[in-house]
């Protein structure tokens, strides 16, 4: 039976675990789970993706598995055909990888998740966003990207020291990549600092090709469609001030 | 050159490294890094603990490692003596206890923590709490303690179906365990829907003996000053109020 990946392009994760799957090889359906729309919420989903409803998740066989990191370490663990540096059996190397992995969640991914899902997805689906939230999770952003930019990429042209990338890359490299979806002034305020993060998103970019593209399209069309919407409402908001 | 684990026993992750260290006969050193003072932000521990300043941390030959689950997967892998039920060898266990442990960090973790952060030690420090936050916090935590009960222990004694406990046990079952830092009101009004997991922790407590209580003394010593600090405060604000 083939592996069966249920996610959705504007998710973070999801993006990753495709992007693994298409550059290692792995034969595998896509299944697309309409989150947009809270089809993750739905009876039928919660037998397939687990009472958590959380994407993306995978289906291997009996294996029935959630959250990215565990679902990249599985695939590079059980599918022979995937190169050794994407999770090394180094023990020392390993375990850095680990820490990268487990750092990402209370920081980069708390960060920059909070801050495009409060400053921009929210308020467009019209729930009000709380400044102090969004104050909060850009300041955890930054801080992450500082990391990132001083720490994980200060040896070398990969994160943690590596000259070739490891899941830990895919993983928090899309997770950069949703900055996209701030406006363009935004983007370059709180990226622009970071020389070596925007190389090494060039980096993972380029060590993936043509994937990394192609599963992030969706977001670039998001994008634009966000981009208007966000200057229609700004018209309204003046237009409604003149009055 | 022994192990060296840098921590505190108030830090939940510290504990449960340190428990790990006990239960399997590890050789180690425990460094206590003063958090509480701040210690973890001077120079020298920046050189140690690395640049994230983040407790436990350790040091084993030339690896320096932080983030407690890297740690634990480390000890497991590399540590002979360690019985296999902490880090199953078959892929489907091991898959899954990646998976809890991935989910901990953005519901148990950031809930249980949140909350006793928020509530209780930034206001004895003399910071105001902001109640958004703290009920934010509690929200996720009581989400959380609601899939641990009905999803992670629905089948098992211990986490994920399984009948030995495995890191991811520990690690969940010490972050649990700083729930007794708040007030016994609250901690009776949000515990004792779990029945389930309440057991699971005596399970964990009874499965790693005597180290369980050895390591959380501190935080039991913790709990009596925090209370009789909250009921100075307490006490405080009424002869105020009266004023």
């Not at 687990?50 to 959630?66: N, T």
């Not at 990402?104 to 400053?119: C, E, P």
């Not at 919407?229 to 309204?236: F, H, Y």
Request: with cysteine; hydrophobic share 40%.
């Amino acid at each position: 039976m083939v592996l069966k990946v249920y996610g959705h392009r504007i998710s973070e994760p999801s993006r990753a675990v495709l992007i693994f799957c298409k550059i290692n090889r792995i034969d595998f359906e896509e299944i697309q789970v309409e989150v947009l729309k809270g089809q993750h919420f739905s009876p039928e989903y919660r037998a397939i993706l687990s009472p958590m409803r959380q994407i993306p998740a995978i289906v291997d066989g009996h294996l029935k598995l959630f959250e990215s990191h565990a679902i990249l370490i599985h695939l590079s663990s059980s599918f022979p055909g995937v190169a050794s540096h994407w999770y090394p059996v180094d023990p020392s190397k390993r375990a850095k990888i680990h820490s990268i992995l487990d750092w990402h969640h209370s920081y980069l991914r708390r960060g920059a998740a909070g801050l495009v899902s409060n400053s921009i997805l929210l308020p467009l689906n019209g729930i009000p966003s709380n400044p102090n939230i969004v104050i909060q999770a850009e300041e955890i952003l930054l801080r992450s990207l500082s990391k990132l930019e001083n720490v994980w990429l200060k040896d070398e042209r990969f994160l943690g020291g590596n000259t070739q990338p490891s899941i830990a890359d895919l993983s928090l490299a899309c997770e950069v990549m949703q900055l996209e979806l701030l406006s363009d002034e935004d983007y370059h305020r709180i990226l622009s600092p970071y020389k070596k993060v925007k190389k090494w998103i060039e980096d993972v970019r380029s060590a993936t090709k043509p994937y990394f593209d192609e599963i992030h399209e969706y977001l670039f069309e998001s994008q634009k469609g966000i981009r208007e919407k966000m200057a229609t409402q700004s018209g309204k908001k003046k237009v409604r001030a003149k009055i």
